[in-house]
């Protein structure tokens, strides 16, 4: 499939990308490739193949999840720099809409 600087031009416009000259010709170079590319692998024979989600298998070892060891609130606060009766107090950093 060949791509034309107008194809790589109205692709932008839909994202809000502009660039110069040279950047669309480099862009117009790369997506030809790629295409070419994906017509390469349009062609192979994929019939004995089974589908796949992932192009390794991937496994997520699970755990217990278990109760080791609690912390009292006076324990976490016992280290906090700034403090307000039983909450952390931090630097305001969303200013009033009012």
Avoid: C
């Avoid at 009766?85 to 009012?98: A, C, M, R």
Wanted: proline share 4%.
């Amino acid at each position: 499939m060949k791509i034309s600087k107008e194809d790589v031009l109205n692709t932008a416009e839909l994202a809000r990308l502009e660039f110069d000259d040279e950047t669309l010709s480099k862009f117009t170079r790369q997506l030809g490739d790629i295409l070419i590319h994906i017509d390469e692998l349009a062609e192979l024979d994929t019939k004995n193949v089974e589908p796949t989600s992932h192009v390794l298998e991937l496994s997520t070892p699970f755990r217990k999840d278990e109760v080791n060891q609690l912390i009292t609130a006076e324990d976490a606060l016992s280290n906090a720099p700034s403090k307000e009766n039983d909450f952390f107090t931090v630097p305001k950093v969303i200013e009033d809409q009012s």
